[in-house]
């Protein structure tokens, strides 16, 4: 069936309004159902779900094809250093060199098949999304309770929701008992949402929406039924479809950066080829030498081993990601990580584990607080700063009792991960989980209190708390646990510190209650009654009063210790660090002030999601630089933000797990999505995975990525000066009218070896000190900037120098004129191996950074070395080349022009970076 936009703004009887405009929400259940002309309790007929089917399509989100594979693989090949290497296949074809042109081709041809394989995840990431509604759903149609596959649902079917269902459309709830719905992939929330079917206002936010059951969400506890109000696009889940589909990819910098010296080499290279073909003209030369010249001077300056050995260090840069925990998806992202200024995290699982953890305890009089993370249950309890054994305080212990007898949830022990690190696993609500390591941490574990358990009242929305009856000591005894607006009014005493009943202090207990509730905690209390032992039922009636207070339990889903510090570090390296979430404001602004994202003293701290909806894009732009915690937060203002820090020129990393994150993910200049909890829409729109979920790997792979980028300019400014060297030397032979020293053979000699066996052992240069004590990379600031265009300059004019000297000075021996010319490409080899020592380090000599703390450094030297030795000596090669043989003392005289410009280059760094220290202590003591 063809699939349609899903607008039922008109039923088969033309009386339902417009559904895209509807609040649903907003209106009561009886208008819904009028509106979508559907009968809630005998549910659609066939025949007219039948007619509604054809009119509105099936539930299924569209599957946006883009662009043919053959376009997007030819769009490859449009870019400024493709033109050229492309111009340089022609060249060497129009000279005959077709084993020089089928090389470079290949280049081109392996970089167009990489593109290709990295494009597309915006495509992936839709058909993921597909993916996610198909599944089944029961459904109430003429009369009958019937099971069909959720594609068939439309507006106005009436459905049945039970635990463990996939919600399958959006739909108004108009019938819960006990409803609760995990929404953390859509909305971010931790803790399943409790549903109701009451009125609400109409500006209430998506996770606000207690009424609404949405696509993609999973029922956890609980049973409802709800009239189906949007299905396949005009859900929530495919309106980010939408947003992922409509969401422009930026360039990352590395690309930008690569285009704007494309394209300055692309004019260069023209500009000088025109100046060789009017110089020679003006010597007289014949037209088609001087256009050969052209060609040769062209083939020198065009960089043909950069872009296999950029692909080749940022794929080296993978693996070493991929060793900290970090997998790559896109090659560029890699760069793009050293640039990041801006971490737009979530909470949920990055920030923190995802796992309730008590914090705080209250009972007698006694405030205690917990250590521990997550479901481990390790940790200590402090009264007053203070560790404390709590084992002779009955009434904690009584507290934490009764948390562990009122659960239905159990804690396991942990199996080993990969990593070999443990990790606690549940089964059944994270909040009595929670519960459970608490009691552990006081060494209180259910199989040692044997208490027996009789009968149990489930947890109800309407009552808010759960109950059981347990025999204790022979005694039986009720325990209660729920909010604790519920509980107060039930009891008549509360415990002493020794664990005996005494008179109740509402007001004492609610003031702590609103304390640990300020702090972002969530609080529920304990409550115990004694029966008599013939009672072996309960019901609401045997816990209305006569209740004895107990104490509160005070939890949250606290910081992973580990984010702490990196967020620390993020700072440290001039990186901000912001919190997105769904989470309510208060919960947010307390994990951000523990996490040092906000400080303990900060005002204005955070800003919600309709707050943001009020705004001019002015302000929004201003909101998006001042807030740190943005919370309540729809995918919509996600993306926004994201775009809004860019525009403030900013490069932008969003983590993100849920389905809601997947449109910003795909926007900021690197995604990043959680491998273990995360959706697969978000990993398929994602640049990068965080195979822990862990915030703390992030820091790890910026760092990485600067390496990286300080590795990829170190080899930029060794490669031009071999370019800018060969380009010379033919200009240099043009303008005194004498034969060309280096052939183009000669020329794509040396730019493809060296660039493979030397530039990129440069990749291996371990990361400098301090490069997380420095701001980051400024996106709009050029590759290389003054002082390196000058140092390029420098030795481009000294690799010139020393091969067309030397290319003379063996002619003026008596040699012939394959020997100079060999001697020329020898000097172009051994200079740039004693160069690529001094490019080590583009600041400090190579003996600062370790003469041998890269070895690969060596082993490339070494190879270089043996292949121009056979490109000398094998007559195989003299006659591919056309090279000869050399004296020992032509070597010699090689390679003291090596140490030349070795010495040269030396000097010029320290003498720069001696004035440039000179520079900063003066401007110290000025300021002293």
């Not at 069909?148 to 106005?156: D, K, T």
């Not at 949007?230 to 859900?235: K, L, P, Q, R, S």
């Not at 947003?243 to 500009?271: G, M, Q, V």
């Not at 121009?868 to 195989?876: D, N, R, S, W």
Request: with cysteine; net charge negative.
């Amino acid at each position: 069936m063809e699939h349609k936009k899903q607008s039922w703004f008109a039923e088969p009887s033309d009386t339902v309004e417009d559904g895209l405009q509807q609040a649903w929400h907003a209106q009561p259940s009886e208008t819904v159902a009028e509106g979508l002309n559907a009968d809630v309790k005998l549910g659609l007929s066939s025949n007219d779900a039948t007619i509604r089917l054809h009119r509105y399509g099936m539930n299924n989100i569209t599957e946006h094809k883009g662009t043919g594979p053959f376009k997007r693989f030819m769009i490859q090949f449009h870019q400024p250093l493709v033109y050229i290497l492309l111009a340089a296949v022609a060249v060497t074809m129009a000279l005959g060199e077709w084993v020089d042109s089928a090389v470079i081709f290949m280049v081109v041809l392996l970089n167009a098949i990489i593109g290709f394989v990295q494009e597309s995840k915006a495509l992936q990431a839709i058909n993921a999304l597909s993916k996610s509604v198909k599944s089944t759903a029961i459904v109430i149609r003429d009369g009958n309770k019937i099971s069909i596959s959720a594609e068939q649902l439309v507006p106005g079917d009436l459905v049945v929701l039970q635990p463990g269902d996939k919600v399958s459309a959006d739909m108004r709830l108009i019938k819960v008992k006990d409803l609760k719905i995990d929404e953390s992939a859509l909305t971010g929330e931790s803790v399943a949402t409790e549903k109701n079917s009451t009125l609400l206002p109409k500006d209430s936010v998506l996770g606000d929406r207690k009424n609404m059951a949405y696509s993609s969400t999973l029922v956890t506890y609980g049973t409802g039924l709800g009239l189906v109000t949007e299905t396949g696009d005009a859900t929530e889940i495919g309106k980010i479809s939408t947003l992922i589909t409509t969401t422009k990819t930026l360039d990352t910098p590395l690309t930008k950066r690569i285009a704007h010296f494309s394209h300055i080499l692309l004019y260069a290279i023209l500009i000088l080829a025109g100046l060789t073909i009017f110089i020679g003209w003006l010597h007289g030369q014949p037209l088609i030498e001087s256009f050969m010249a052209a060609v040769a001077l062209a083939v020198g300056a065009i960089p043909e081993g950069l872009p296999a050995a950029v692909t080749i260090m940022l794929a080296i840069g993978v693996s070493r990601m991929a060793k900290r925990r970090a997998v790559i998806r896109n090659l560029p992202a890699v760069e793009t990580l050293g640039s990041t200024t801006v971490i737009c995290s979530d909470k949920t699982g990055t920030l923190t584990k995802n796992e309730m953890t008590v914090r705080e305890l209250w009972s007698a009089g006694q405030h205690l607080t917990t250590t521990g993370s997550g479901y481990d249950p390790e940790g200590d309890f402090f009264l007053q700063e203070k560790p404390t054994n709590i084992s002779n305080m009955p009434s904690v212990l009584e507290t934490l009792t009764a948390g562990l007898l009122c659960n239905d949830s159990n804690l396991h022990a942990p199996n080993s991960l990969n990593d070999g690190n443990m990790q606690w696993s549940i089964t059944g609500d994270p909040t009595e989980a929670a519960l459970i390591a608490a009691t552990i941490k006081a060494d209180i574990k259910r199989e040692a209190v044997s208490c027996e358990r009789l009968d149990t009242i489930p947890f109800q929305s309407e009552y808010q708390y759960m109950a059981t009856l347990n025999v204790r000591d022979s005694q039986h005894m009720i325990f209660l646990k729920g909010s604790l607006e519920s509980l107060l009014p039930r009891c008549v005493s509360m415990l002493d510190e020794s664990g005996n009943p005494q008179k109740m202090d509402m007001s004492l207990i609610e003031q702590q209650a609103e304390q640990m509730a300020a702090r972002g905690l969530r609080v529920l209390a304990f409550a115990r009654k004694r029966v008599a032992n013939d009672v072996d039922t309960i019901n609401h009636s045997n816990v209305e009063g006569e209740m004895e207070f107990l104490g509160l339990q005070a939890m949250i889903d606290p910081p992973r210790p580990e984010a702490i510090k990196a967020v620390a570090a993020c700072h440290q390296a001039g990186i901000d660090v912001k919190m997105i979430t769904g989470d309510h404001a208060l919960t947010a602004g307390t994990i951000a002030r523990q996490l040092g994202i906000v400080g303990d003293n900060s005002t204005s701290l955070s800003v919600t999601g309709a707050q943001l909806a009020t705004m001019t894009p002015s302000e929004f732009v201003a909101a998006a630089l001042k807030y740190k915690v943005f919370a309540r937060v729809t995918p919509e203002n996600k993306l926004q933000l994201v775009k809004a820090l860019q525009s403030e020129g900013h490069v932008v990393a969003m983590t993100g797990d849920g389905v809601n994150d997947a449109p910003a993910l795909r926007r900021a200049d690197i995604g990043v999505a959680m491998a273990m909890n995360g959706t697969e829409v978000a990993r398929e729109a994602a640049d990068m995975m965080l195979i822990d979920d862990n915030f703390a790997t992030i820091p790890d792979a910026i760092e990485e990525g600067r390496g990286v980028f300080d590795n990829l300019k170190k080899f930029i400014v060794w490669t031009l000066p071999t370019n800018g060297g060969e380009g010379l030397v033919i200009l240099l032979a043009v303008m005194l009218g004498v034969s060309l020293p280096l052939l183009p053979i000669h020329i794509l000699w040396v730019n493809m070896t060296t660039a493979i066996f030397l530039g990129l052992m440069l990749a291996f240069e371990p990361r400098e000190e301090g490069i997380m004590r420095r701001p980051p990379n400024q996106p709009n600031t050029p590759i290389i900037d003054a002082t390196l265009v000058w140092r390029i300059i420098l030795v481009s004019t000294l690799l010139c120098l020393t091969s067309f000297g030397l290319y003379e000075f063996e002619l003026s021996l008596g040699a012939s004129q394959e020997e100079a010319r060999t001697v020329a490409v020898a000097m172009f080899v051994v200079g740039e191996a004693f160069y690529l020592l001094n490019c080590r380090s583009l600041k400090r000599s190579c003996f600062a950074v370790g003469i041998n703390s890269n070895s690969w450094i060596w082993v490339g030297i070494g190879i270089m070395m043996f292949l121009q030795l056979l490109f000398t000596y094998v007559p195989i090669m003299n006659s591919w080349f056309s090279s000869a043989p050399i004296s020992a003392q032509a070597w010699l005289r090689v390679f003291g022009g090596g140490l030349l410009i070795f010495a040269l280059v030396g000097l010029e760094k320290h003498w720069r970076f001696r004035n440039r220290s000179h520079h900063s202590n003066t401007l110290s003591l000025a300021e002293d």
